[in-house]
């Protein structure tokens, strides 16, 4: 048994030293040294020894483990340095290559002009609060005063989640749970998202789109602090020269209602709806209809970059096509 050790050993030996890889290393470790090993087998065969041979063959067998684990470490290390060296060898810079540019990503035009909306609303006294993308048909509709089979549900086609819940329409929704939380008034309150209406696609109409809406309730509020906000917001969105419209419309959480425009080239963009809160509304939010007035917008987010950068045809945004939004 000692020469088979003695063969062992030299075989081993000659297996580590010659190992290419460190994973090469690894399965002879396991072959000779690990737990079901050559080595480790013939520990098994010592019963059938003579008494006086065993402990000269235990000993010559446990040196005999200790010269091949050191082996394995030697060779471990320098396996190591030398596969470090190749990948460093592999990742040095090439200096003679001409420089290239990095490709950079950036913000999508439709993200800007959000991050545009909320710097000139904050300052103008807003606070930014977060509404639902599945809204709950109330809040959607009822706490908006909408009469039951009122036609300005037809404007409004949703898709529906179940029968009380659908993807909401209007970010107008976050009164409701504004309301409901009780603030008292004065306050200027703004939300910002995505809104969701069962539309054919044309240039200016899809069935996914941005809004954002603002209201404030505070005493004394009238018409002209909401045409003051909104020509205000839309000078800091398109420049000190732009010309804001503002015609009789009606929706049924306002009272007057006007619709929003400003002047694109030789046209009119339409970019939303606005008014006074209409009473029905305050009273339900438990607000002193004679002391405290407020005013509402909502107002299409993905036309503004449209008049801002010349895009005819809002789809683009919702394809996200390269060609498309590096030109930004
Ligand atoms: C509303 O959604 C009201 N919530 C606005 C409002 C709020 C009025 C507060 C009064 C007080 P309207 O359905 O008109 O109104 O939509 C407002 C704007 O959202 C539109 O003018 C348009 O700019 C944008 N919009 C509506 N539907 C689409 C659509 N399918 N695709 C793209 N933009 C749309």
Known sequence: MTEELE?????ATRAVNAAPSSEALEKLNIEYLGRNGRLTALLRGIGALPNDQK?????????AKARLTDAVAVRTEALKGAERATREQDEAIDVTLPGRARPMGRLHPLSRTESDIKRVMIGLGFEFVDG????????????????????????????YVDDTHLLRTQTTAIQGHFFEAG???????????????????????????????GFSVAEGISLADLKGVLAEMMRGLFGPEVTVRFRPDFFPFVEPG?????????RWLELGGAGLIHPNILRRAGYDTERYTGFA???GVDRMPMRRYGIDDLREFLISDLRFLQQF
């Open 7 to 11: 063969a062992i050993e030299s075989e």
């Open 258 to 266: 006007v619709e929003v425009a400003v002047r694109w080239g030789d």
């Open 297 to 299: 917008f909502g107002l």
């Open 55 to 63: 402990p000269l063959f235990g000993q010559a067998l446990n040196a």
């Open 183 to 213: 603030r008292k008034p004065p306050f200027r309150v703004a939300t910002i998202g995505r809104c969701y209406r069962y539309e054919n696609m044309d240039a200016t109409h899809s069935h996914t789109f941005h809004q954002v809406d």
């Open 132 to 159: 639902l993308n599945i809204e709950g048909y109330s809040y959607n509709f009822d706490w908006l005063n909408f009469p039951p089979d009122h036609p300005a549900f037809d404007e409004q086609a949703s898709f």
